[in-house]
C-alpha cells in the first residue's frame, strides 16, 4: 500500500503528514509519522489548526480509495 505524503508537518517540520485510519473508529485522520501529531482534516493540517494531541494510537495507513472518498485527493 503507497503512502500518500500531504507535506511536511508544521509542527516538528521533520516528518510527513500522511493519511491514517483509526482502527477503532474507521475515521479517517492525517498524522505526522515523526511526532505523530494529529488533525482531523487536511485542512487543518495545512492551516496547523486544531492539533490534536495523540488521542489516536491505534491506526494503519489509509488507502487511496478512502482517502479519495474523504476529498482529499484530486
Known amino acids: ?23 477503532s473508529s474507521g475515521r479517517l485522520l492525517i498524522m505526522c509519522d515523526d511526532c505523530e ?3 482531523q482534516s ?3 493540517a495545512q492551516s496547523f ?3 490534536m494531541s495523540d488521542d ?8 487511496c480509495e478512502e482517502i479519495k472518498a474523504a476529498g482529499w485527493l484530486d
Open 37 to 39: 501529531s494529529q488533525w
Open 1 to 23: 500500500m503507497e503512502n500518500y505524503s500531504f507535506g511536511e508537518c508544521p509542527i516538528c517540520r521533520q516528518g510527513l503528514l500522511l493519511a491514517v485510519k483509526s482502527v
Open 49 to 51: 489548526e486544531n492539533a
Open 42 to 44: 487536511l485542512d487543518d
Open 56 to 63: 489516536v494510537c491505534d491506526v494503519q495507513k489509509a488507502s
